[in-house]
């Protein structure tokens, strides 16, 4: 595709249910990373890929989060038992290989727990 | 620790005169900076980027400064117009070695270019 797709724009959910949020790279891009975004905050780093493998999970806040990219592409963030704090906008981003490549951002998912 | 401050929260300035965002970061071993720009309901877009070996970069209306000894970096926007009306984000990455691209964000700043 032309730029990085976040799937859904909007997710209400109500506190304690499961959310998966989607994120498709630019193709042939080998790095994604998901950031969080809360209101009037700079994104935050929750978690790096390589290829298909995880290289750096340190920005998970808890184990309820946990993130997969299966074919090296595609890759779903996932929130068990969400809580209220959840709230805030996820964004993912990918680049050519990491390093100084430019990462490019995709629109975000904003979820909020009710 | 690593990190990124943007100790403005908002910039107003009129159209046609100099646009001026600061940053500060602690962290020196990370040597590669950039800054992005983002609309609402959009994802942030890379904007312009340096080094640790430079203390200048310019492109078009956008020259970003980089003062190591201070810890200081600044995005200068000449002349601004209204359409560059955003939130900016600074950013620190570690581009060298083993690095994998990973930033740490300032808080953003809302500039707001008036007509």
């Known amino acids: 595709g032309a730029g990085v797709s976040q799937t859904p724009s909007n997710k209400v959910t109500e506190k304690g249910k499961y959310v998966e949020l989607r994120c498709d790279p630019i193709?042939?891009?080998?790095?994604l990373y998901w950031y969080r975004q809360s209101l009037g905050q700079g994104p935050e780093f929750l978690i790096y890929?390589?290829?298909?493998?995880?290289?750096?999970d340190s920005g998970l806040p808890n184990d309820r989060f946990f993130a997969v990219r299966p074919e090296g592409s595609v890759s779903t963030l996932k929130i068990q038992r969400t809580e209220r704090g959840d709230s805030a906008v996820y964004l993912c981003a990918s680049s050519v290989q990491g390093g100084d490549t430019e990462a490019f951002f995709g629109q975000g998912t904003r979820l909020t727990v009710v | 620790d690593q990190q990124v401050k943007q100790n403005s929260p908002s910039l107003s300035v009129q159209e046609g005169r100099i646009s001026i965002l600061n940053c500060d970061y602690t962290n020196s071993m990370f040597d590669y900076f950039l800054w992005y720009k983002k609309y609402p309901a959009e994802g942030p877009t890379f904007l312009i980027s340096?080094?640790?070996?430079?203390d200048k970069n310019e492109d078009g209306r956008f020259t970003v400064f980089l003062n190591k000894s201070a810890k200081h970096l600044s995005l200068h926007i000449v002349p601004s117009q209204p359409g560059d009306s955003a939130v900016y984000f600074c950013a620190q990455g570690d581009a060298g070695g083993t690095s994998y691209g990973k930033l740490t964000f300032g808080q953003g700043t809302i500039l707001t270019v008036h007509p």
């Open positions: 193709s042939g891009h080998t790095a």
């Open positions: 340096i080094s640790s070996i430079k």
């Open positions: 890929f390589q290829g298909t493998g995880a290289a750096d």
